[in-house]
């Protein structure tokens, strides 16, 4: 189960912290996805962080947004930071293993110009 949390309102060139709480597998022996998908548009990934570490950005994530993770809370967290108005979305984390594919609720980013 994932539990996706700290979305909320910002302005643009602000900064937001996502987490995902992550119970029944751990963090460190999967691959974790944050995902995010604004109205109309396609499910996009933004950052992936895999069960050795190694992270992947997203293009337009690539500079201003940074993966992590906490193998002892068992928690993947998205630091946004100099947010855009295009980075307002739903937000979801995404855990990818031997056996499980599993999707938080998703929480809503929202930035204002």
């Known amino acids: 189960q994932l539990q996706a949390s700290g979305g909320g309102l910002v302005q643009a060139g602000g900064s937001l912290r996502l987490s995902c709480a992550v119970s029944g597998t751990t963090v460190g022996s999967n691959v974790i996805n944050w995902y995010r998908q604004a109205p109309g548009n396609q499910r996009e990934l933004v950052a992936q962080i895999s069960s050795g570490g190694s992270t992947f950005y997203h293009g337009s994530a690539r500079g201003r947004f940074t993966i992590s993770r906490d193998n002892a809370k068992n928690t993947v967290s998205l630091q946004m930071s100099s947010l855009k108005p295009e980075d307002t979305a739903v937000y979801y984390c995404?855990?990818?293993?031997?056996?499980?594919?599993?999707w938080g609720q998703g929480t809503q980013v929202t930035v204002s110009s």
């Open positions: 995404n855990a990818v293993g031997r056996s499980i594919n599993a």
